[in-house]
């Protein structure tokens, strides 16, 4: 599953347990809810080695034949359609409400001061 599908699947899952717990389970959302879970978990496969310890419990290793994750893809070191330099606007895009709450605190400071 790629993050943005997870970051939307886990904000159904919370839904979902709400209504389950209301006792909704027969209702059309919670139908609706199944079928998008159910849909997002389509190509999840794979498998997960736990430790189970006094009630805590630790991912040793994970493995999925469909996994995303490709190691020539997120290295620095191999070339391929990712350039270092792609990074550039989206850095400066992303620093902008940094560089201003930033401006901001500096007025604040300077104004505390005098």
Request: glycine share 8%; aromatic share 10%.
């Amino acid at each position: 599953m790629d993050r943005e599908v997870r970051k939307i699947k886990q904000g159904l899952a919370l839904k979902f347990s709400e209504l389950v717990y209301n006792g909704f389970w027969h209702s059309p959302e919670c139908e609706f809810l199944r079928h998008c879970i159910g849909r997002s978990q389509r190509a999840v496969a794979g498998t997960v080695r736990v430790s189970v310890f006094k009630g805590q419990v630790y991912v040793l290793g994970r493995a999925s034949p469909q996994s995303l994750y490709n190691e020539e893809l997120v290295s620095m070191n191999v070339q391929g359609d990712y350039e270092p330099a792609d990074a550039t606007g989206f850095i400066n895009i992303n620093s902008l409400r940094l560089k201003e709450y930033h401006r901001l605190q500096s007025k604040v400071t300077a104004k505390q001061d005098e």
